[in-house]
């Protein structure tokens, strides 16, 4: 090993092995906390859980890695490469056991939650938060420089796992599904597994260099205070997640939702930090200890971050009038690697190129893990309840700026450097508060209409931002939820032909008394059956309260607030279906989301409809939107011994589906909503209205499709012939481009 082009070997298969780790360790990521999510649910509550309970298996992987690098004759190499072998192992077992753990524990509390989340991923998690600590011990012994060593091993794996998430929204997910993404990372963590192992064996006898001061070397290693490093990687960490999730929520508006967006923008995040890394360590190999410029740097980069991140979200809105939302996420990667150079900057003037230095690094890694979990409970659980998104952005541009002035009074300015310091902070303090009001004030609108938003029509009456979601009303009276069409603030079977669908159930079933509706969303589906004459009672589940604040201000819906009939909950429908599954209904009902949307497997899999089957009473329906996806349609018709499709809702039933179409003329006849009759017999207008509806009867059974029309199981099954049956597993309707027929 005294030779240089044998100590760049190492290196460059270090690097290499690192960067291929990567890849698994995002791809075990998103399986993991997507099984995660269909067991303990998609409100925030339990998404917030699961996400602190992978950050901290992480933090705690973290300080074991590093006292194990504390130790001189510690076979670093080796405990990396058995690090991936055991991830491997566990990557095998753990969706069966994930599903094992389902059975007894699904629907828990959110204490429970945490604490079972946290159990599932405790092991993978330490051993992937080991490696840093581990290979930055064994890299500083190599160099003598920590950051060089941190910049590039820590480019090196967030490469690999930005790879990771656009592979995974191009090609895994979409091909192969849960279990054939897990079976590709095992296969991947083997790979690099054995390779370190060899590579341990192979090297064991070479020399290794004395730790000390090679070339590269800081003439004063801890030139920052350890305690002030680490509470500004805990900072930097905030700041980081807390503009994550705020571009989530900007994205998944944007785009809908769209299950490929969340993890391009997590790839762009992840490539940005990477490369932030990168740029980081060129910094440290050009520099010496020199406390006021490494402060002059970091102060640079947040504030340069900060600002950049502030104007991320009017940017974006800007760009979706005219251009595809991919073509914005560059700004998100020059945000996330602004930040990102910081943490190599901090690690490389407060931790020493010594034993100690891959367990000092493991102290700076979990306080960043700390401030990135803070930040993600902060924004994500507290302050969207409160602030809208352009409250929050201002809140971390001040912060940021704050940090920025901070390491500037740091970084020890003369007399006028101080005062053009402090100029600078107050005026761009002063640009972001008072630009906040005008840049944000249109986005949803932008981000919804899109080319039309210059149209007359193009404006929203209505927005609600909680942390559950954003809810927008136009001024035409259509509800959007995450930026797609929900429906109308209607009920009148005059206004929009939407709401015959719920008016249907009488055709279906001839005594629905008690009914269960998963998503109430404007209230107009959930006021017409509570208002049925045969329906008694009604349970809604609805995953955002934004939607009451909402539905009180519309009087057409507004009487469903105060309907004795009702008893209303907030929560994930699947979570509450299992934490309810001894309960019965007649009818449950599901206008709910487009299929392509994230997570709308978690409503249209083999495995939920097996869960609705559960709760149903002898003679029970389960009536629900597909969006005329025809896998969705299959697995229903498919799954179900009996099965009718009304425009995009199916019917599906153990018990045969007794189709009665003078019953249905009956119940329209007697229907009133708030006392006054929907239908009355003496109008012609209303006659007519009730001939189309009573029409879609009589052209049964019917030989070609019709998308709004009705279809018996027979030809649902024979139009669909080859389709694939929707599992949890495969999310066969997500992942992909939408596809209408």
């Not at 996330?336 to 690094?361: E, K, M």
């Not at 509450?576 to 994230?598: C, E, H, L, P």
Request: positive net charge; hydrophobic residues 50%; proline residues 5%.
């Amino acid at each position: 090993m005294a030779d240089r082009p044998m100590e760049n070997t190492r290196f460059r298969w270090i690097y290499l092995l690192f960067f291929v780790s990567g890849f698994p360790a995002l791809i075990y990521q998103i399986v993991w906390q997507r099984s995660l999510f269909a067991i303990y649910g998609v409100n925030i509550e339990s998404v917030t859980v699961v996400v602190s309970a992978f950050m901290l298996g992480l933090g705690l992987g973290s300080l074991i890695g590093g006292r194990i690098s504390k130790q001189p004759a510690a076979p670093l190499l080796l405990l990396f490469g058995g690090s991936e072998l055991g991830i491997a192992v566990y990557g095998a077992c753990s969706l069966a056991l994930f599903h094992r753990v389902a059975a007894f524990t699904a629907g828990a509390p959110a204490v429970e939650t945490g604490l079972l989340s946290f159990l599932l991923v405790v092991v993978p998690t330490i051993l992937m938060g080991a490696t840093l600590p581990l290979l930055v011990a064994q890299l500083v012994r190599l160099s003598g420089n920590v950051g060089r060593s941190v910049g590039m091993l820590y480019f090196a794996n967030t490469l690999g796992s930005a790879v990771a998430c656009f592979a995974a929204a191009l090609a895994t997910m979409r091909y192969l599904g849960m279990s054939g993404s897990v079976a590709v990372a095992v296969g991947l963590n083997l790979l690099v597994g054995f390779t370190v192992v060899v590579l341990h064996f192979r090297w064991r006898g070479l020399a290794r260099p004395k730790t000390g001061a090679p070339e590269g070397t800081l003439k004063h290693a801890t030139a920052m205070p350890f305690g002030v490093a680490m509470a500004l990687a805990a900072v930097a960490g905030f700041l980081s997640l807390c503009y994550e999730i705020v571009w989530y929520r900007l994205y998944a508006f944007a785009t809908g939702t769209n299950p490929r967006s969340f993890a391009f923008v997590l790839g762009a995040f992840l490539a940005g930090i990477a490369f932030g890394s990168l740029f980081s360590r060129r910094l440290c190999l050009r520099a010496s200890g020199d406390l006021p410029r490494f402060a002059r740097w970091i102060a640079a980069l947040v504030l340069g971050a900060n600002l950049l991140g502030f104007a991320i979200v009017p940017l974006v809105a800007l760009v979706a009038r005219q251009a595809d939302y991919v073509w914005t996420l560059p700004l998100v990667a020059a945000a996330a690697g602004l930040l990102g150079a910081t943490f190599p900057l901090i690690c490389h003037i407060s931790v020493g190129p010594d034993d100690r230095a891959g367990s000092r690094l493991s102290y700076l890694y979990l306080a960043n893990i700390v401030g990135s979990a803070g930040g993600s409970w902060l924004v994500g659980f507290i302050l969207m309840d409160f602030w809208p998104l352009r409250g929050i952005a201002v809140f971390l541009a001040l912060l940021g700026v704050a940090l920025a002035a901070a390491l500037l009074a740091a970084g020890r300015l003369g007399a006028a450097e101080k005062a053009a310091a402090a100029l600078l902070c107050a005026g761009v303090c002063a640009a972001v508060v008072f630009s906040a009001r005008p840049l944000f004030a249109t986005v949803y609108g932008q981000l919804e209409y899109r080319q039309d938003y210059r149209d007359p029509g193009a404006r929203l009456a209505d927005v609600v931002e909680t942390r559950s979601g954003v809810v927008t009303v136009d001024a035409d009276g259509a509800i959007f939820g995450g930026g797609v069409f929900d429906g109308w603030m209607y009920t009148d079977i005059h206004v929009t032909d939407t709401v015959r669908r719920p008016l249907s159930i009488s055709f279906i079933h001839p005594d629905p008394e008690e009914v269960l509706i998963v998503g109430m969303s404007g209230g107009a589906w959930s006021q017409l059956i509570a208002n049925h004459p045969q329906v008694r009672k009604v349970t809604i589940v609805e995953i955002n309260p934004g939607y009451v604040q909402v539905i009180g201000r519309y009087p057409q819906v507004a009487p469903l607030l105060r309907n004795p009939k009702i008893e209303l909950f907030f929560d994930d429908g699947r979570r509450w279906m299992f934490r309810n599954r001894q309960r019965k209904f007649d009818m449950i009902v599901m206008d709910t989301t487009y299929s392509w949307r994230a997570h709308a497997t978690n409503l249209l899999s083999v495995e939920f409809l097996d869960l609705a089957r559960g709760m149903l009473k002898p003679g029970g329906i389960l009536y629900y939107n597909t969006t005329f996806s025809f896998e969705a349609q299959r697995t229903g018709a498919a799954h179900f011994p009996y099965a009718f499709r009304f425009g995009p809702l199916l019917a599906v039933s153990d018990s045969p589906i007794p189709l009665d179409r003078d019953r249905w003329r009956r119940i329209l006849l007697a229907y009133r909503l708030e006392g006054k009759p929907i239908l009355d017999p003496s109008i012609p207008e209303d006659v007519g209205i009730l001939n189309d509806l009573l029409h879609y009867a009589d052209a049964l059974p019917g030989d070609t499709y019709d998308s709004e029309g009705m279809e018996t199981r027979e030809n649902i099954l024979r139009r669909t012939a080859g389709r694939r049956m929707v599992t949890d597993d495969n999310m066969v309707v997500e992942w992909r481009e939408s596809e209408w027929r």
